[in-house]
């Protein structure tokens, strides 16, 4: 082989395989009893963790925080915290998501007996609470004090002491109570909390009639087996101290994020990961059957993008990348043997692309764009022209390399902006509204896509569905055409 000369001759190299993504196919349409409304779209993101609704929202710095995180799992779905903060930092947001709808409040408001009346009505206002527990010195539980046992001393004895006002038969349970035995408590005594005492009746936390309603509110949400929101957090190649203090946080899955993760030090130091945590390691990116041999060994999943992302420059700088229907269908070939749940990560636009990776082999959806417009997203809401949006940009633009670091492209902090060769770009996307009704236009499209191939649950769609390939005259065909849209349907906005 001189002079880098192939044993073929290099014209061999044009025999190239075809590789497909999103636009290229359509699920071709089949006799069908299922009800869109029916199709069930629970699933598995790794090995151990299920989800009620099969989508992710992307590890990105304008895209998923804990705000993000818990409106996802709240829905059944699973938001992976980005890695553009300190260790303490996604060790707090952990922290702020597993609270989020746990039964027992850790973190509770309390008065003093000695406190006068008027500054406890103020302290509860200031703390956004109706009631407080009265404890003394050492957290023992003297009485609680609410709005209606305050009010008419606002009147007359705003200077009495707490003591006076409180009430102070306080009915309490034990750690291990459950949210029906907190409810029948509060039913048969008329109240609204319940403090939670340990042995020697010092307060460790209470449970509130609105926590336990707001809990039955999303009967879909995510959790872990002690009923708390899941969350996934995402960890470059090499962070050892990272995943494990994430791991020890309480996160359900750990993502290794890199961009090309097809690379032997990214995989020996990602089984590293794996034998050191608890939570399921997902490891990604990749897009190719050998990169799937190479990982399915160890990991409890795999996440399949290699260029497709909406704000990616990876394809056009590096020249390399791989079409994303194309990508998924070979990893998921290799992994589905192994049984390792697949995602696809990257290029999802509309709940078309995401029924038709799933049909390609993927268990659930990343997605990024069609997310970031949204309030629970982090970042402002700005105008242009007379039109709303919100910040997104690529993990591997200037912006997000400078205060992350460029480890996930396997780059080296640089110290001028000059100095990085960036492989995302910074961008506006349009400002949509809640998160709950994005998804929920995502995922009733997605079930009427199993509507249209018959097919009830994901499994039975995976086997049942077909791909037609589509021309570029039935790709225009495929959007709305010869006319001007009056009015914007929720879930379709025109490309630009
Ligand atoms: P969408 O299309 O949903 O894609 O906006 C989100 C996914 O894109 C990946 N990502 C990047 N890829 N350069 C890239 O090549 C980047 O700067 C970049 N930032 C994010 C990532 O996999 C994400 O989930």
């Given at each position: 082989m001189a002079n880098g000369h192939p044993e073929e001759p290099f014209s061999e190299k044009l025999r190239v395989p075809e590789a497909l993504t999103f636009d290229d196919v359509l699920l071709r349409p089949k006799e069908s009893r299922v009800e869109p409304d029916d199709a069930d779209v629970t699933t598995r993101v790794s090995r151990d963790v299920p989800l009620s609704v099969p989508v992710l929202s992307a590890a990105m710095d304008t895209v998923t925080e804990s705000e993000m995180a818990i409106a996802m799992a709240r829905q059944g779905g699973l938001g992976v915290l980005h890695r553009n903060m300190s260790v303490d930092g996604v060790v707090a947001e952990i922290e702020r998501v597993k609270r989020?709808?746990?039964?027992?409040?850790?973190?509770v408001v309390t008065a003093s007996p000695n406190q006068t009346v008027r500054q406890v009505d103020e302290m509860m206002a200031e703390r956004g609470v109706s009631g407080a527990p009265v404890v003394d010195g050492d957290d023992e539980v003297l009485g609680i004090i609410s709005g209606t046992d305050i009010r008419p001393y606002l009147e007359v004895g705003e200077r009495d002491e707490v003591r006076e006002a409180m009430t102070d038969e306080v009915i309490t349970a034990p750690e291990d109570v459950t949210a029906r035995e907190a409810l029948e408590l509060m039913y048969e005594h008329k109240i609204e909390r319940v403090p939670i005492v340990d042995d020697e009746n010092r307060l460790i936390g209470l449970v509130t009639m609105q926590g336990i309603l707001q809990r039955r509110e999303y009967d879909q949400a995510a959790r872990d087996d002690d009923g708390r929101l899941r969350v996934g957090v995402a960890v470059g190649p090499f962070e050892e101290e990272r995943a494990a203090a994430a791991d020890e946080a309480g996160a359900d899955v750990l993502f290794i994020d890199c961009a090309h993760a097809h690379n032997r030090n990214v995989i020996e130091s990602a089984r590293d990961i794996k034998a050191a945590v608890e939570a399921d390691v997902v490891v990604g990116n990749i897009g190719t059957r050998e990169a799937a041999a190479d990982v399915v060994e160890f990991a409890d999943g795999v996440k399949v993008g290699i260029g497709p992302g909406s704000i990616c420059t990876t394809r056009v700088v590096t020249g390399a990348g791989m079409p994303q229907i194309t990508a998924v269908a070979q990893v998921a070939d290799v992994a589905a043997q192994h049984d390792v749940p697949v995602i696809a990560d990257g290029g999802i636009r509309y709940s078309g692309d995401a029924i038709k990776a799933i049909a390609a082999g993927a268990d659930a959806v990343m997605l990024g764009s069609y997310f970031a417009g949204t309030d629970e997203a982090p970042g402002r809401v700005v105008t242009m022209n007379g039109k709303k949006y919100k910040q997104y940009r690529g993990m591997g633009s200037v912006g997000a390399m400078r205060s992350g670091g460029g480890d996930r492209y396997l780059k080296d902090v640089e110290e001028d902006d000059e100095d990085y060769v960036p492989e995302g770009v910074e961008a506006a996307t349009p400002y949509k509204g809640t998160l709950e009704s994005e998804l929920h236009q995502l995922v009733g499209g997605m079930k009427s896509g199993m509507g249209y191939v018959g097919a009830s649950t994901i499994p039975e769609f995976k086997k049942r569905s077909e791909f037609v390939r589509v021309s570029p005259a039935g790709q225009t065909e495929g959007h709305p055409h010869d006319v001007i849209i009056t009015d914007e349907a929720p879930n379709y906005r025109p490309e630009e």
């Open positions: 989020a709808d746990e039964l027992i409040i850790r973190d």
